[in-house]
């Protein structure tokens, strides 16, 4: 057996229990507070967005979970083991992509793969099928045998995703994983983290970019000035931030009597106007059949009605304005 395979259920996590488990967690750098006493668990098979302003303890927290800083006071467990206590335990479970995966220029896709493979001491023949296996599906099999250094920042970061494959690891923690990436590139690449669910993969996922950590993450945990002041899916941060977790796009050929009836609509908490006969609806419930209902009663014509998200970037901005507002 290798040595990077999970060996018994306290290295992978009982069934149930979280992969991530942070208590309480502080980290100070002499009088500065960077981390301020943050709960966080993540679940095998879950995408978590780590997402606030520069500054808000987001990279700290990373380090910590790694093992390459320790924690003021806290507890952490990393599939069980405890990063500082037991840091290579912890190397051989978590991947870590920084924002620029750092492979050599002069070697190979495969020749890369195999240092970062022989080093994690998996054997022989057990990398060369695992490599195999991990470039078909990150889509780099004909290119494996070219110099990384020919390849775009898209493969390399594709290559990244590789890498978490063959070292078989329980958790992933991608910073900016999709910075300077054209959008099919981006695409791409979130296809394939998306794809890491499937292998029970934890996923910690850092961005500003927040369509993106939209698009791919089941939670996520809004830093802010060292602590996470909201946490949960992009639905509860909505009913949380904005007091609706549900959205509707209404197209009409009539304007303004549609948007008039919009917002008399029980639920409905506002009404933005996306363009002629375009509006956004956010409500407390889904109220698709209400509005259905109720511009037919009214002779309005509707020509679509389509259950949106509520957009993160919104529930992002109105947090922070609605912060700066209290502190001011
Ligand atoms: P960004 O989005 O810019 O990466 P971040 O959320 O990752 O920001 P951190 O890098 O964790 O934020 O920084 C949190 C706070 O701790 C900041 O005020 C930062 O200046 C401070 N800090 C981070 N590292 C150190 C250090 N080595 N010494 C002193 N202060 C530090």
Same mark, same amino acid.
């Given at each position: 057996?290798?040595?990077?395979?999970?060996?018994?259920?306290?290295?992978?996590?009982?069934?149930?229990?979280?992969?991530?488990?942070?208590?309480?967690?502080?980290?100070?750098?002499?009088?500065?507070?960077?981390?301020?006493?943050?709960?966080?668990?993540?679940?095998?098979?879950?995408?978590?967005?780590?997402?606030?302003?520069?500054?808000?303890?987001?990279?700290?927290?990373?380090?910590?979970?790694?093992?390459?800083?320790?924690?003021?006071?806290?507890?952490?467990?990393?599939?069980?083991?405890?990063?500082?206590?037991?840091?290579?335990?912890?190397?051989?479970?978590?991947?870590?992509?920084?924002?620029?995966?750092?492979?050599?220029?002069?070697?190979?896709?495969?020749?890369?793969?195999?240092?970062?493979?022989?080093?994690?001491?998996?054997?022989?023949?057990?990398?060369?099928?695992?490599?195999?296996?991990?470039?078909?599906?990150?889509?780099?099999?004909?290119?494996?045998?070219?110099?990384?250094?020919?390849?775009?920042?898209?493969?390399?970061?594709?290559?990244?995703?590789?890498?978490?494959?063959?070292?078989?690891?329980?958790?992933?923690?991608?910073?900016?994983?999709?910075?300077?990436?054209?959008?099919?590139?981006?695409?791409?690449?979130?296809?394939?983290?998306?794809?890491?669910?499937?292998?029970?993969? &934890?996923?910690? *996922?850092?961005?500003?970019? @927040? !369509? $993106?950590?939209?698009?791919?993450? =089941?939670?996520?945990?809004?830093? +802010?000035?060292?602590?996470?002041?909201?946490?949960?899916?992009?639905?509860?941060?909505?009913?949380?931030?904005?007091?609706?977790?549900?959205?509707?796009?209404?197209?009409?050929?009539?304007?303004?009597?549609?948007?008039?009836?919009?917002?008399?609509?029980?639920?409905?908490?506002?009404?933005?106007?996306?363009?002629?006969?375009?509006?956004?609806?956010?409500?407390?419930?889904?109220?698709?059949?209400?509005?259905?209902?109720?511009?037919? &009663?009214?002779? *309005?014509?509707?020509?679509? @009605? !389509? $259950?949106?998200?509520?957009?993160? =970037?919104?529930?992002?901005?109105? +947090?922070?304005?609605?912060?700066?507002?209290?502190?001011?």
């Amino acid at each position: 057996m290798s040595m990077i395979e999970p060996s018994s259920s306290e290295s992978t996590g009982a069934a149930g229990e979280p992969v991530i488990r942070v208590r309480g967690l502080r980290k100070h750098y002499g009088a500065k507070v960077a981390v301020d006493g943050i709960h966080l668990s993540v679940d095998a098979g879950e995408i978590v967005g780590l997402l606030g302003p520069n500054g808000a303890g987001k990279t700290t927290t990373i380090l910590m979970l790694l093992g390459l800083t320790e924690a003021t006071s806290g507890s952490i467990e990393v599939c069980g083991f405890d990063p500082m206590h037991n840091p290579l335990e912890v190397k051989r479970t978590v991947a870590y992509l920084p924002d620029s995966v750092g492979f050599y220029d002069q070697l190979s896709a495969r020749e890369n793969l195999r240092y970062i493979g022989r080093l994690a001491g998996i054997a022989s023949n057990e990398l060369e099928a695992r490599m195999d296996e991990a470039l078909e599906r990150v889509r780099l099999s004909a290119v494996a045998r070219n110099r990384v250094g020919t390849f775009s920042r898209g493969m390399q970061q594709r290559l990244g995703i590789a890498e978490v494959l063959i070292k078989r690891a329980r958790v992933a923690i991608l910073d900016e994983p999709t910075n300077g990436l054209d959008p099919q590139s981006t695409y791409e690449l979130l296809e394939m983290i998306r794809t890491l669910k499937s292998d029970g993969i &934890a996923v910690l *996922l850092s961005s500003h970019i @927040l !369509d $993106r950590v939209q698009a791919v993450c =089941d939670r996520v945990a809004l830093f +802010h000035q060292g602590r996470i002041e909201l946490e949960g899916s992009v639905e509860s941060l909505a009913a949380q931030v904005l007091g609706a977790s549900h959205g509707v796009h209404v197209q009409s050929s009539a304007d303004a009597p549609v948007a008039q009836c919009l917002t008399e609509i029980a639920g409905v908490k506002s009404v933005v106007t996306d363009g002629p006969g375009l509006f956004r609806v956010l409500a407390e419930s889904d109220v698709r059949d209400l509005i259905a209902r109720t511009l037919v &009663a009214r002779d *309005l014509p509707v020509l679509r @009605l !389509d $259950r949106i998200e509520p957009s993160l =970037d919104e529930i992002y901005r109105r +947090h922070f304005a609605g912060a700066q507002h209290e502190q001011a």
